[in-house]
């Protein structure tokens, strides 16, 4: 097992490993005493200690920034039953900010069998590059080959970044990607950057249980790793007269053994509206006032074929299901059209929801903070608007 070599000779037994250890995991005997159960070999002692008694095994270093060149902008493009799944197009999107700010590639990486129908979306939606492992054994996401073939390639190529969507398979592969290259992980992030001065990623994303949002930098390991739930980037438009590279790369074949075995796929059976994928969302807040009020909800996302969101306020009061709640705990949305019923707009509520295209509140209260990211205000009470709103959007269609 690795772990941390502490010299007796040098420790002075100051303690300054233990306070700065964030785990708990030393404590002062006649010198430092480290818990292996609750090391994570994360090198804050290390850093501390004003002696240098304490070193890390060699493996558990971060590769130091300067030994190799790390360029480009990597996406994972991640395949849902035979397709692109849509979050590796709106990574494409923000890869292509970040890497055109940085002067380097957007490089999709593709690993999965059958894979040339795949590789045109992913030079539409903005690569320079396509990176394929074609195997037989990858032709169905498995965390074993997929971690195995996705730190070999970043072992071979050195991207600076590697960003992947904080789906099922995201949330499965990335963290075990960023222990075996030893690199930082950021996951769901809501916004990425580039300091012009560092050329280091910004990634910010909630923190605190969303009550701030934190900014992190990773300057001392590579590839800088972020996840990025669907619906919270913006893909580019599609461009089909982009050209761009695909390169194959061959892997051992030890690297696709996997000690699970597939039995089949069966995507997600859902009797709700389906909010995450709807051009238009009405949701409701605390200030619906209580159940029964979510029929004028309802009778509204008839009319506009609208599907029917709620804050978490008004799940947790068991007004609707946890499926529709929408923000940093429920589902992330970006309709064309999104209207906020008596919702106050908390930053956690936004967190699913601020880049709708066009965003309508109703609130009473003239102050809430919704009005802040709304594109429209209405100031009022939201009972008695949503059955003239209704009404109005009846004798529209009807007129039309
Ligand atoms: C870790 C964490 C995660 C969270 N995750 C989420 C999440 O995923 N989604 C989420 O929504 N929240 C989340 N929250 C909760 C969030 O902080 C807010 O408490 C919640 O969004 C408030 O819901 P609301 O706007 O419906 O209620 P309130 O904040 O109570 O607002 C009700 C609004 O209705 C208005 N109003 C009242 N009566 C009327 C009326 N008759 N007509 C018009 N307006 C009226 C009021 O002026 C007020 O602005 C989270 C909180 C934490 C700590």
Known sequence: MKQLTISEKLCTSCGACVSACPFGALRMESVAVVDCNLCTLCGACVDACPVSAITRPESAAAVPVTDVIWRDVWVFAEVEDGHIHPVVLELLGEGRRLADQLGERLVAVLPGHETQRLVAPLVVGGADHVLVVDRPELACFQDEPYTAVLTELIRRHHPAIVLCGATTVGRSLIPRVAILANAGLTADCTALAIDPKTRRLLQTRPAFGGNIYATIECPVSRPQMATVRPKVMKPLAADPARKGE????????????????????????????????????????????????????????????????????????????????????????????????????????????????????????????????????????????????????????QRA
């Not at 790369?249 to 859902?270: F, H, K, P, W």
């Not at 159940?291 to 068991?318: C, H, I, K, P, T």
């Open 246 to 397: 695909v390169r194959l790369d061959q892997v051992a074949d030890a690297l696709l053994a996997a000690r699970a075995v597939r039995i089949g796929y069966t995507a997600e059976v859902s009797n709700t509206a389906n909010i995450a994928e709807a051009d238009i969302i009405v949701a409701g807040g605390r200030g619906l006032l209580k159940a029964e009020n979510f029929r004028l909800l309802e009778d509204l996302a008839r009319e506009l074929g609208a599907a029917v969101g709620a804050s978490r306020a008004a799940v947790d009061a068991g007004w609707m299901p946890y499926s529709h709640q929408i923000g940093q705990t429920g589902k992330t949305v970006c309709p064309r059209l999104y209207i906020a019923c008596g919702i106050s707009g908390q930053i956690q509520h936004l967190a699913g929801m601020s880049s709708s295209d066009v965003i309508v509140a109703i609130n009473k209260d003239a102050t809430a903070p919704i009005f802040k990211t709304a594109t429209y205000g209405i100031v009022g009470d939201v009972v008695a608007l949503l059955p003239k709103l209704t009404e109005a959007f009846r004798a529209a269609k």
